[in-house]
């Protein structure tokens, strides 16, 4: 049995602040910020959480070496599922649209922006469609393929690896607008419009690589294990 940075005990206050990446996760998992003096187990408690779940992941996201076998019969996957909706409903209602602002109002800013504005846009809204497309994808198609898995229930001859198949890097192409930005974007001075865009694109970079992460290398192989399960049953 692994040693875990994080457990029941520990007071939500210090989590913060041993790992301030986590805050989003913390959101994500339905926990309002003010838990006072609160331990992750009294704080779960509070809100209804899966204690268990909730130490898996963000002891996943900070250590980055959770055995999904030690896990496998303690988690509930149904949370997993809310917090990964959670963050898709972060991400496309949130996140991204508020980017995208900022960036228009970066462009408008600069007298010689007009040409790389059209530019910028395309680029930024057709990277928000892939985002798009692949998180409905994940809502419609693998998460009920998932609930129905562990009622027992199979349909075809689907399975998590054609998730995988679907699965592209999505954080990418928002490295790709970040790097445009930096090396081509016609300032004639500082932009600290253009300063926040960028914050924010590293910010949402990071944050999108850890949510690929749990789904990469934490769900999809929960899933494959149940699936093996079944298969053996």
Known sequence: MQTHKFTERTRMSELVNEDASLLSTISRFGISFGFGDKTVKEACLANNIDC?????????????????????????IETVIGYLKNAHEYFLDYKLPSIRNKLIAAVDSSDQSEPYKVVFMKFFDEYFSEVK??????????????????????????????????????????????????????????????????????????????????????????????EQKNKLA
């Open 52 to 76: 268990n779940t909730f130490l898996a992941v963000v002891n996943f996201l900070s250590e980055g070496n959770i055995e999904i076998t030690e896990v496998l019969d303690t988690i509930s």
């Open 133 to 226: 497309k692949h998180m409905e994808y994940e809502d419609k198609t693998v998460f009920p393929y998932v609930i129905k898995l562990l009622k027992g229930k199979t349909e075809g001859k689907y399975k998590i690896a054609d998730f995988e198949d679907q699965h592209s890097d999505v954080d990418s192409k928002l490295a790709e607008l970040k790097n445009i930005l930096i090396k081509y974007y016609p300032a004639k001075g500082v932009n600290y419009m253009l300063n926040d865009v960028l914050f924010d694109l590293l910010s949402c970079e990071k944050d999108l690589s850890m949510h690929n992460q749990v789904e990469d290398f934490f769900f999809v192989p929960y899933i494959e294990a149940i």
